[in-house]
């Protein structure tokens, strides 16, 4: 037989083995975004910005937040990092599958009583194409928490049985308030190891298949609302020869008031393709124990984007991102027990 023959299909051979290694992956992302949206411009506002797919649907979504220095940059904060089915609507009504082959991401952005000139919010939506995966489902739950100032207002959304986790988002209401905020947004496991939801998913775990959100509040408000989002894939679909693996990075800090830190994770190797990814401030540890608050009630978030492995945002249009970075701020006082966390999910369909 001739040499090149051979090696092809011993080629062929190792590729189609039953439960042997998955050499293919057609999982691609493209990057959208439309850039920044100044504001807010009053104390106790917000703003909603969003990024759309003009190809393929949103596996993630990430937002960004420019907030200038001194202690204005203290006012400015996450509210929301979101699926939506087109860039206004917002899921926030009766539990479950609330959207399919969603194409739009929101970012919201709230003050609180301070403001700086340089506050702005810059949406990204990550969208996928994937031979396998041509369809997805959006998962939401949502609780009445923390309505107690200074506590964990947690919330776990979980993907439908024989679907597979792809991203996920966060939201807090009423966004008016000031003090509210969403300080965490992470991949996590519905069972009893992770205490359902209460504690992430680890470096180098697969297949997570829930999604948490947490807000925290300055002070108490029996308004208060947390929503949790887990993209998943659509119904239907055999996703057993799917892999998504999770990288995580826990750093400490920030610990002096008024500043901010980025932390920032990368897919391995043969991990598969950056698929999304999140973020939180908290009180370290939350991979092996139930999520803390941060050191400070302060204490915020201000991005859980896509990156550069040195923590830069990617741009418009970008095919090659495979690091997520958490960007983390204190409020005006120290916090010496504050961490931040950073999750990538990297995705190998195996077709």
């Not at 050499?23 to 969003?50: E, F, K, R, W």
């Not at 939180?280 to 859980?304: E, K, M, Q, R, Y």
């Amino acid at each position: 037989m001739d040499l090149r023959k051979a090696l092809l299909i011993g080629a062929l051979i190792t590729i189609a083995v039953p439960g042997g290694t998955a050499y293919a992956n057609s999982a691609a992302v493209t990057v959208q975004t439309p850039g920044a949206t100044l504001g807010p411009t009053a104390i106790d506002s917000s703003i909603s910005t969003s990024a759309s797919c003009t190809s393929g649907l949103v596996s993630a979504g990430g937002i960004d937040q420019a907030t200038g220095t001194g202690t204005g940059s203290n006012g400015n904060h996450v509210l929301g990092t979101e699926p939506s089915p087109d860039g206004t609507t917002e899921y926030t009504g009766t539990t479950g599958v609330v959207g399919t082959d969603l194409t739009h991401w929101i970012a919201k952005g709230g003050s609180g009583g301070q403001l700086n000139s340089a506050f702005s919010t810059t949406p990204y939506a990550l969208c996928l194409t994937s031979s396998l995966i041509n369809h997805t489902q959006v998962v939401m739950n949502k609780a009445n928490t923390p309505t107690t100032a200074t506590t964990v207002g947690l919330v776990t959304a979980s993907c439908p049985s024989g679907t597979a986790l792809l991203g996920g988002g966060a939201l807090v209401t009423p966004g008016n308030t000031g003090n509210l905020k969403a300080i965490a947004s992470f991949p996590t496991f519905n069972d009893s190891a992770h205490d359902f939801g209460k504690k992430a998913a680890a470096d180098g775990d697969t297949n997570p298949d829930s999604w948490t959100a947490v807000g925290w509040d300055n002070s108490t408000n029996a308004s208060n609302e947390t929503y949790a989002y887990a993209i998943c894939s659509g119904s239907g679909i055999n996703v057993s020869g799917v892999t998504v693996k999770v990288r995580f990075a826990e750093a400490s800090g920030p610990s002096t008031g008024s500043t901010g830190q980025t932390t920032t994770v990368s897919c391995g190797s043969g991990d598969g393709t950056l698929v999304s990814g999140g973020a939180a401030i908290s009180g370290g540890s939350v991979t092996s124990t139930d999520f803390t608050g941060p050191g400070s009630a302060g204490d915020h978030l201000n991005g859980s984007y896509p990156s550069d492995s040195s923590g830069n945002p990617v741009g418009n249009g970008t095919t090659s991102a495979a690091s997520w970075t958490a960007y983390t701020h204190t409020g005006g006082m120290g916090s010496s027990s504050t961490h931040s966390d950073a999750w990538a999910l990297c995705a190998n369909d195996g077709v």
